[in-house]
C-alpha cells in the first residue's frame, strides 16, 4: 500500500503560479512512475506530467512550457505551475505505479482554480 499526501493548490489570478508537493509513503526506489493528472468538471482525468523511473519526464500538451515537474532524493514530487489559465482549474491527483506489481495508486486531489 502507498500513501500519497498532495498539498499546494488554491486559487490565483490568470498569469500567476502555484507549486504543489505529492509526498509517498515509499522511496522513489520502489516507484516506476510518479506524476500528476488533473479533472475538471464534466471532463475526463487527463495527464499533466509525469515523471518515471531514471528521471525522463513527459507533459501534457497543454502545459508544455508552463508547468515544470521535478523530485527530491527522498519521495516528494513538486509540479511547479507558471502562466496559469483559467482553463487550468482542476481537481489535481498525485499517482504513483510501484515497480513490483505495477500497483496504481492516487492521492486525496487538491483543487487548483485559476480566476480571469
Known amino acids: 500500500q502507498v500513501q500519497l499526501v498532495e498539498s499546494g493548490g488554491g486559487l490565483v489570478q490568470a498569469g500567476g503560479s502555484l507549486r504543489l508537493s505529492c509526498a509517498a509513503s515509499?522511496?522513489?526506489?520502489?516507484?516506476?512512475?510518479m506524476g500528476w493528472y488533473r479533472q475538471a468538471p464534466g471532463k475526463q482525468r487527463e495527464l499533466v506530467a509525469a515523471?518515471?523511473?531514471?528521471?525522463?519526464t513527459d507533459y501534457g500538451d497543454s502545459v508544455k512550457g508552463r508547468f515544470t515537474i521535478s523530485r527530491d532524493n527522498a519521495n516528494t514530487i513538486y509540479l511547479q505551475m507558471n502562466s496559469l489559465r483559467v482553463e487550468d482549474t482542476a481537481v489535481y491527483y498525485c499517482n504513483a505505479k510501484t515497480r513490483i506489481g505495477s500497483f496504481l495508486y492516487w492521492g486525496q486531489g487538491t483543487q487548483v482554480t485559476v480566476s480571469s
Open positions: 515523471m518515471i523511473r531514471g528521471g525522463t
Open positions: 515509499v522511496s522513489f526506489s520502489s516507484l516506476n512512475t
